[in-house]
């Protein structure tokens, strides 16, 4: 079983940045390939970012250099660090992985983009 924490999120201005993480129980972590969702107002939770157990990484075009994702498997930790942050990115930040089909998911942490 994997559990995931999600925390780092906060209420920042357009332009700003935040880096949250996702903390991840067990060894289990620096085999799994790792991703970040957002989920708006209203909206579905939509992949932005992914991170192989080798380090590739993957991101949605909304996000291009702007979002980065890293894993620091010593921590059993992946981040997620957003630049130039705009209003629409306004969105409880969920990680998610995926072990034998089953899609785990943490609580999320809430990021608040004031205009």
């Known amino acids: 079983q994997l559990q995931l924490v999600e925390s780092g999120g906060a209420l920042v201005q357009a332009g700003g940045s935040l880096r949250p993480s996702c903390a991840a129980s067990g060894s289990i972590f620096r085999t799994l390939s790792m991703a970040w969702y957002p989920q708006g107002p209203k909206k579905q939770r939509e992949l932005v970012a992914t991170?192989?157990?080798?380090?590739?990484?993957n991101y949605t075009d909304s996000v291009k250099g702007r979002f980065t994702i890293s894993r620091d498997n010593a921590k059993n930790t992946v981040y997620l660090q957003m630049n130039s942050l705009k209003p629409e990115d306004t969105a409880v930040y969920y990680c998610r992985s995926t072990i034998n089909r089953y899609d785990y998911w943490g609580q999320g942490t809430q990021v608040t983009v004031s205009s």
């Open positions: 991170i192989t157990r080798g380090g590739s990484t």
